[in-house]
C-alpha cells in the first residue's frame, strides 16, 4: 500500500506538471508572431492536455482497483493546436518575454518531466505502468529535441524549423 501511496502522491505532482505545462504552451502560442512557432507550441499545449487526461484516468483506475490503464503513445502531429486555452492559470508572464525565453523554458521542463516519468518507470512493479511511464518519459523526450532544434534554428538561421510535418 505504501509503494501505491507514492505512485499516487507522483500522479498528483505529475498532473499538475502536465496542467502547467499544457498552459504554459497555450499561453506561450498566443505570445509568438510566426504561424510554424505558434502551431508547435499548440500541439505541445494539446500533447501535455493528453497527458494529463491519461494520468488522470490512471489515477482514477489505480484508486477504484489498483490496476494500470492502457497509454497509447502519440506523436506530435496527432494533435491539433491548443492556443491560449491552459486550465491552469500559473504561467509566469516574465516566462513569456520572448521566444528564446519561452523555448528554454520549455527545454528545461520537458527535460525535467523526462526524468520523472523514468524514475516512476524504475519505481513500478507492474509491467503495464512500467511501459506507460517509460513511453512518457519518450515523448518528453522528443518534445525536448524538437524545441532544442527550434532553438537551434532561431539562433543560427533566424526561423522556426517547424513546418507542422515534424517526423517523430
Known sequence: MSQLLGIEEALDIAMEAELKAQAFYAQAALEVQDPHGRDLLGRLAAFEQYHYEKLSALARSLAKDGTFVEY??????????????????????????????????????????????????????????????????????IHQRILEDEFFSLSNKGIWGWSGMYGE
Open 72 to 141: 497509447e503513445a502519440r506523436t506530435i502531429d496527432q494533435f491539433p493546436p491548443l492556443v491560449g486555452k491552459g486550465e491552469a492559470g500559473t504561467t509566469l508572464l516574465e516566462e513569456l518575454k520572448d521566444v528564446p525565453g519561452i523555448l528554454g523554458k520549455a527545454i528545461e521542463n520537458e527535460k525535467i518531466a523526462g526524468e520523472q516519468y523514468r524514475a516512476l518507470a524504475q519505481q513500478t512493479a507492474d509491467p503495464a505502468g512500467q511501459a506507460m511511464f517509460r513511453d512518457l518519459a519518450n515523448e518528453e523526450r
